[in-house]
């Protein structure tokens, strides 16, 4: 439950995903992937008072180790 949770709270939190998801976005990218796979769904989001649908592309990479990783998300 959220439903507690005032205005300020959640632009609190909300400041705080976005550093997250920032860092995670600039960070830099070293060694090589082998595999590369590009993928893309479709949300429905909010755009001037309307709702329209968006692509969210992601972009997942197996290393030489052969882990998998998200390379980046837009």
Known sequence: ???????????????????????????????????????ATYIKVRDGGRIVSRAVIIAVAINEDGKREVLGVA
Not at 16 to 25: G, S
């Open 1 to 39: 439950g959220a439903g507690g949770m005032s205005k300020s709270q959640v632009s609190r939190l909300c400041a705080e995903i976005d550093e997250r998801v920032n860092a995670f976005l600039d960070r830099p990218l070293e060694g090589a992937w082998p595999y590369l796979w590009l993928d």
